[in-house]
């Protein structure tokens, strides 16, 4: 193997390992220090070296440039003669030392890196000399050599170069001062790596740098408040030191000593960073690889390069710091094309994702947090790019599944933020984050927000902040106790989402940020809205599926009021005029019975019954009005739960009780009636009338022959299949269906009962039906969940079978956890081979199926491998983190070692050539 | 924005992971450092890395002699002239050969792909493999230092459970 250094290397500036490739421009600067060295051999005098440099300058531009380019690294390289060499640079250098300034920038920005320590050593001095001569564009070389200054580092090295910088700095501060880019940049830095120095060993170095970037904000604070915004939120993260902190209270308080022209932090907070400033706090070789990573990396394909970014710059606790700064850079710098973001790379998001969780320090997180959401507080349309507020809303809508946790705190930071961040503005605050929010729906950068601030995983704390400051956004109306305070808001506030409008921040200003749940409230509340359907269902549902103390506390009673969606009261006196005056008179006793005595109104209704049946002739003439007027009578029974108990308390005769309904009567007549009689027919036709009038009666059949079953087995379920039929739907899988999730959203206790009588009555239509089992283990609670399994394992139950239920467990991984962990429970205890789920294996990631895979892991675990387990186990896709095969192959080394050894075998001789 | 790892081949010759084969010679390549492994001496006192390398079209064992191994890092990118591929205990692994040279020419920004890993074992290959052997002796992978491991009782293949985007087994030097 032939190594590939080449020549005698005399420019030892550069740490070069001996399989490095040399660039172009290492090749250059060791070609010309090679000919001064060559041009100054045997040189006695000082005036000698003088001429012969002179000479060979003045031969052409080539020459010239090799000559000032050898002299400079002769002093980069020997520390002795620097001084000099400097002079005869400087005698014989025509061009202002252009070329020598361009050269040390191309070292500084692109090599700084690679150079030795004593080089660094070198080019710090020659950049002092270059300042003291106040060469032109010197302070391109100090902002080059600021923005090497790691963030976050507190190595030796770096924090070397940070207090050397500032030495220079500090020395020639009259010519800093004479630079407005140098000034802002001096002070925008050594702001922010003040942040790092925090630590005692750091203390005369924070004290030099606290001291010198106070006086020049002192001196020069107009210049400074052209930096932006982000000069504030730097300030404040340093605001503890004593010095920073004066300057802080009178930048709040006494802006006019600052500067006559300031006007106050507000003016300055709405000054949009610019570029310049966020990119100077990221060091060229970080900007290179973060652009390389969200411009060329495949989403998939990012872990590595993550991990060795995370391995170069964020390994050290103190390193943390440096994550706001690449934030910051990542929303206002690196704006993908819309190329790159239809295509499959590495979307901003996610590396910003990946920055926040791989966040172990607190603090660290909340400067983070602010980072992302730093332009959104000030946020104007024409300021600021949709591209500086993207970011932060897909970090949260992205994370609401894989990260939930990410998304809460930065919800919860946003909606703290725009309270707590500087209360005296924070009405501009607010208008701010509501503008960002109403540009990010109207670029549809996410279709709806609903996702993120109606997600019912919030905690009620952080539900009320979303209130209390975000809830022109929320789609479902404020439900937690008090009425809004005029009952149009909710309407209002949908309607004005997209403009821009200062009428709805003053309506927030004054909602209550108090929760209260309190029953006669959440009465009126319904009442008062009862008129939207929609918004009642999904008010009940947010108060009760989720506040789990509440439900605890209150369960049943509030089950009882739970209204179902049911047609407003009507007037049915023209229905009965339509009817004959025996009916009518029979509806007219129902009507005046009194409402709680349940064996009044029975017998009223076994009387109109009786009349029906009597009847020669039943046809539309009477049922149309019939069914209005008894869906109307019997509308109490809609409103209702049947069942009020908790499923285990259920005994045969409280079920007896729940029938004994007027409601049932008719069902009670329909069952001892013979299938081929007459009376069957005209029952089945007076019930599917009503049913196309109210829906909720299906349901309502299915309880009372399950009742009737139960109590008195009787075979009944075929009655159900007749009614299905004789429904508009028509068949009986629509029937059931829609019947099914009916009973769901008005009582689950009820579903649940139901569950083991049409798995059992209508196997054809349950059984591999995902989409009724989501229904189910949508509503159960463990208890039931436990009831059910038992109820399986007894044989009296089968809700899965072999055939359909690899379908069932595919869908089930769309679903919440807890609904996924009834389907596996459910599926464990049936009599069915782990090995079903053999072919789900490959489709399984730990990231985004953990629940999958953790009970498979647990049910492979108690098998004894098969070739096929161990075949699909070793197909899985790999990806990092994810121990699912590791851990299931080590298991069964253990415990069954020769046959895994057979199958691995097996499997390896049998694998095809790719 | 970004700089590029480094210059393509001057030639423009450059060899894909996905198109090693056993015996395959004289190849020019560009590959990215995925993983460096521990290092072993020898018999004859050489020191040996096995590393895993990528370029756009998949990965391969590098099998890296000599000092170089301790200064190579995940993230390098290395032109390798003048490499060949055998198959070292049934992985199909590269070699720098004799004249063949091994450049560091940049780091991190080359895109790669881990899949396929040539490196799996391929039954084809290893069935050729046997039959060449009998026709002729077997040949050392590099000139001169054959691969005294190939025999040796005391290294038994292992699981390679990190870093594995396959989890069949694999030897590791």
């Known amino acids: ?914 | 924005m970004y700089k590029s790892g480094g210059e393509e081949s001057k030639n423009g010759n450059i060899n894909y992971v996905k198109d090693l084969y056993p015996q395959a010679k004289n190849l020019q390549m560009k590959v990215i450092v995925l993983h460096v492994g521990n290092s072993y001496k020898t018999k004859d006192g050489n020191e040996v890395r096995s590393c895993k390398v990528a370029d756009k079209t998949g990965s391969v064992n590098l099998s890296i002699w000599g000092d170089y191994g301790n200064h190579i890092q995940p993230g390098d990118i290395l032109s390798l002239s003048r490499c060949y591929a055998v198959l070292f205990k049934s992985c199909l692994t590269l070699y720098v050969g004799k004249f063949g040279s091994l450049t560091k020419v940049g780091e991190f920004c080359m895109v790669f792909n881990e899949v396929p890993d040539i490196s799996d074992q391929n039954p084809e290959w290893i069935q050729q493999n046997q039959e060449n052997n009998k026709n002729t002796s077997a040949q050392p992978p590099v000139p001169g230092n054959p691969p005294s491991a190939q025999n040796s009782p005391n290294q038994k293949p292992a699981p390679n459970n990190n870093n594995n985007k396959n989890p069949a087994f694999r030897h590791k030097p």
């Open chain 1, 1 to 914: 193997m032939a190594h590939t250094t080449t020549g005698t290397n005399n420019l030892k500036i550069f740490n070069t390992l001996s399989f490095e490739a040399k660039e172009e421009l290492e090749e250059k600067l060791e070609k010309s220090l090679n000919l001064i060295q060559n041009l100054l051999e045997n040189i006695s005098s000082e005036r000698e070296a003088n001429d012969i440099l002179t000479k060979h300058v003045s031969i052409g531009n080539t020459e010239h440039e090799s000559v000032c380019i050898g002299l400079l690294c002769k002093i980069l390289s020997d520390r002795q003669t620097a001084s000099k060499t400097f002079q005869n640079l400087m005698m014989v250098n025509r061009d202002s030392l252009n070329c020598v300034l361009l050269h040390m920038n191309i070292i500084i920005i692109e090599k700084f890196r690679k150079l030795t320590d004593a080089a660094r050593m070198q080019v710090l001095w020659i950049v002092n000399e270059l300042v003291r001569t106040s060469a032109n564009g010197s302070e391109n070389l100090c902002i080059a050599l600021m923005k090497q200054i790691v963030g976050g580092g507190t190595s030796a090295k770096n924090v070397w170069m940070c207090e050397n910088v500032l030495d220079m700095l500090i020395n020639n501060q009259a010519w800093v001062e004479k630079s407005i880019s140098l000034l802002q940049i001096t002070v925008y830095t050594y702001l922010r790596l003040l942040q790092d120095h925090f630590h005692s060993n750091f203390t005369s170095l924070r004290q030099k740098e606290a001291n010198f970037v106070v006086t020049l904000m002192r001196e020069k604070w107009m210049e400074c408040c052209c930096i932006g915004r982000d000069l504030i939120r730097l300030m404040s993260a340093v605001a503890r030191i004593p010095e920073i902190e004066r300057l802080w209270s009178d930048v709040l308080y006494k802006p006019e000593t600052l500067s006559p022209s300031f006007t106050g932090v507000l003016s300055l907070l709405q000054t949009r960073t610019s570029r310049k400033f966020l990119t100077c706090r990221v060091t060229p070789d970080m900007e290179n690889k973060l652009n390389f990573i969200l411009l060329k990396v495949r989403f998939g394909n990012h872990k590595r390069y993550q991990d060795w970014f995370q391995r170069q710059y964020l390994a050290t606790p103190d390193s943390q710091t440096l994550r706001s700064d690449l934030i910051r850079y990542i929303c206002g710098c690196i704006y993908p094309s819309n190329e790159i973001l239809s295509s499959d790379i590495i979307p901003r998001w996610a590396v910003i994702g990946w920055l926040l969780s791989t966040c172990t320090s607190r603090i660290a997180t909340s400067y983070s947090n602010l980072a992302l959401f730093w332009d959104w507080l000030f946020y104007s349309p024409d300021k600021n790019s949709i591209m500086d507020i993207e970011p932060g809303v897909l970090v949260m809508h992205q994370s609401i599944r894989s990260h939930p946790a990410i998304t809460t705190s930065l919800l919860d930071f946003l909606c703290r933020t725009m309270v707590e961040f500087h209360p005296p503005i924070n009405a501009q605050i607010k208008q701010g984050v509501h503008l960002a929010l109403r540009t990010i729906l109207e670029k549809r950068v996410v279709q709806s927000l609903s996702p993120i601030l109606d997600n019912p995983k919030l905690d009620n704390e952080l539900r009320g902040l979303i209130r209390a400051n975000l809830s022109e956004f929320c789609s479902l109306p404020i439900a937690d106790g008090k009425p809004p305070l005029t009952p149009t808001i909710p309407l209002e506030a949908s309607e004005t989402s997209l403009l821009p409008g200062k009428r709805s921040d003053d309506i927030i200003e004054e909602e209550p940020m108090v929760i209260d749940d309190d029953d006669s409230d959440n009465e009126t509340l319904e009442r008062k809205s009862g008129n939207n359907d929609v918004d009642v269902s999904h008010d009940s549902n947010a108060i009760f599926s989720d506040d789990e103390e509440d439900y605890g506390k209150k369960g049943t009673d509030l089950n009882i009021w739970r209204e179902s969606p049911t047609p407003e009261p009507r007037d049915i006196n023209s229905d009965m005029e339509r009817l004959d005056d025996t009916l009518r008179d029979l509806i007219g006793q129902l009507q005046r019975a009194d409402l709680t005595d349940l064996d009044e109104r029975c017998e009223r209704m076994q009387d109109i019954i009786d009349h029906v049946l009597s009847m020669d002739e039943f046809d539309n003439e009477v049922s149309t009005p019939l069914s209005s007027c008894l869906t109307q009578l019997l509308s109490d029974h809609f409103c209702k739960s049947i069942i009020t108990l908790a499923s285990c308390d259920i005994t045969d005769e409280y079920l007896e009780r729940c029938v004994e309904k007027p409601l049932y009567v008719i069902f009670r007549n329909l069952c001892q009636s013979k299938k081929d009689e007459d009376s069957f027919g005209v029952l089945l036709s007076l019930l599917s009338e009503m049913y196309s009038i109210q829906s909720r009666l299906g349901y309502h059949l299915l309880f009372f022959l399950a009742v009737k079953n139960q109590t008195l087995n009787e075979d009944n379920m075929f009655i159900y299949e007749s009614f299905a039929q004789n429904t508009q739907l028509g068949d009986v899988y629509n029937c059931l269906m829609m019947d099914l999730k009916h009973c769901q959203e008005d009582n689950s206790t009820m579903l649940v009962f139901l569950v083991p009588h049409v798995y059992k009555e209508f196997p054809e239509h349950c059984i591999g039906n995902s989409e009724l089992l989501n229904i189910i283990v949508a509503v159960l609670d463990p208890q039931q969940l436990e009831e059910l399994q038992c109820l399986i394992m007894m044989g009296s139950l089968c809700m899965m079978k072999k055939d359909g239920i690899l379908n069932v467990l595919v869908s089930s991984l769309e679903w919440e956890s807890f609904e996924q962990y009834c389907v596996w429970q459910l599926f464990a205890v049936h009599d069915l081979q782990p090995d079903l789920a053999l072919p789900l294996l490959q489709k399984l990631n730990s990231k985004n199926h953990p629940e999958a895979l953790s009970m498979l892991l647990l049910a492979f675990r108690h098998q004894r491998p098969t070739q096929e387990m161990v075949k699909h186990v070793i197909s899985r896709q790999f990806g990092d983190g994810d121990r699912f095969a590791t851990s299931l192959l080590r298991h069964w080394a253990i415990g069954h070692m020769k046959e895994l050894a057979e199958h691995l075998t097996v499997l390896l001789s049998k694998s095809k050539p790719r």
